[in-house]
């Protein structure tokens, strides 16, 4: 487990802090004793993420755009460390769009760490993608072996990992990147045509509607819970071995879930709230193009030199996602 000491009084920059997982960063790193800066353009995020830390005097919104040079130099000045959680994410959208998602998720990253080396910052950790592994047919997936990206999104998250590897080398910034499998828990927007599968399957059976799954529902995922992804960021912030830096890892449950098994343990979870959800069943569409039909991450290298183990399974996480979302979603 890490030291929450060492970050006592830091001063964090958060980029996209305003979205699902960097809103659950802030909250954490706000009760850890941190000093917050938060840098979002509202594009994805959402104001009301951040709603309950506008009083805290340890934090700071800037609203800016990590594709402009200046505001990334403004919200780095004085900092210690960068999560950098901003992108713009989605296959679809990236497959509709390929220009802003390499415009935000390339050159935005760069920019970001451009003005980290410039203030000096310790550590620079990262958010990656296991899209990354493209049309490699390993399974678990080793961070080592990945294989050509089947989406424009997952190509912008290869080269940022590159970036990073060269970045160190010639300017010796320390980067840490983090492969996410999955990620879910509260705050996780279900709105819009890009939302993530539990969140859109999620609103719908509360809805009393029927969700779609792409496919035949065999594909299958790791999926994540959000407070393991919160817990490998700090583990990155705060590890103290030289050889756990400068790499990625697979951040991921080690366990393989298909869509079908989602549906239905959604289903059963969120019954608890309203019986009527029990009785809905899906609808197939065609497969989506660019979708990674298999993805099991091996953890093994994040256990090893972050002591990342993950707490959650996905039960265990959607039992208390299923809850948020009712909450949250059943009188709209």
């Known amino acids: 487990m890490f030291d929450a000491k060492i970050l006592e009084n830091s001063r964090i920059v958060v980029t996209g802090g305003a979205g699902f ?18 840098l979002d353009n509202f594009a994805t995020g959402k ?33 210690d460390f960068v999560l950098h959680q901003a992108a713009l994410g989605s296959v679809p959208r990236s497959i509709k ?29 990262y958010a990656s993608s296991s899209s990354v592994y493209g049309d490699c047919q390993d399974s678990p997936k080793v961070e080592k072996r990945t294989g050509i990206p089947l989406s424009p999104y997952a ?15 010639i300017y010796g910034i320390d980067c840490i990147g983090l492969r996410y499998f999955n990620v879910f828990g509260r705050r996780q927007d279900p709105d819009g045509a890009y939302a993530a599968v539990i969140p859109k399957f999620s609103a719908a059976l509360i809805a009393h509607q029927s969700p ?21 960021n700090i583990l990155a912030l705060t590890a103290d071995d030289p050889a756990a830096c400068n790499t990625v890892y ?24 309203d019986r009527e959800i029990e009785n809905i069943l899906p609808v197939y569409a065609p497969e989506r193009p660019g979708d990674i039909p298999h993805s099991l991450a091996d953890i093994s290298k994040a256990a090893s030199l972050l002591g ?19 909450q949250n979603l059943a009188n709209r």
């Open 47 to 79: 104001r009301e993420n951040l709603a309950r830390f506008s009083g805290h005097r340890n934090f700071t919104l800037t609203q800016g755009d990590i594709r402009n040079p200046d505001d990334c130099r403004k919200v780095v000045d004085g900092a």
């Open 308 to 326: 990342y183990i993950p707490e959650y399974d996905i039960r265990s996480g959607l039992k208390s996602t299923a809850q948020w979302y009712f």
């Open 97 to 125: 769009d390929p220009g802003t998602s390499a415009s935000v998720n390339i050159s935005g990253f760069v920019n970001m760490l451009h003005a980290a080396v410039d203030s000096r910052i310790k550590r620079f950790v």
């Open 212 to 232: 779609v799954i792409n496919g035949d529902g065999s594909f299958s995922r790791d999926f994540t819970f959000i407070d393991d992804v919160v817990k490998a």
């Open 21 to 38: 997982i960097g809103s659950n960063l802030t909250e954490t790193l706000l009760r850890l004793g941190c000093e917050v800066v938060v």
């Open 155 to 169: 190509l912008t998250k290869s080269v940022n990992e590159q970036f990073a590897a060269n970045f160190h080398q």
């Open 250 to 273: 697979n951040i991921a449950g080690g366990k393989e879930t298909t869509l079908n098994e989602l549906f239905s343990y959604l289903r059963e979870e969120l019954s608890v709230f």
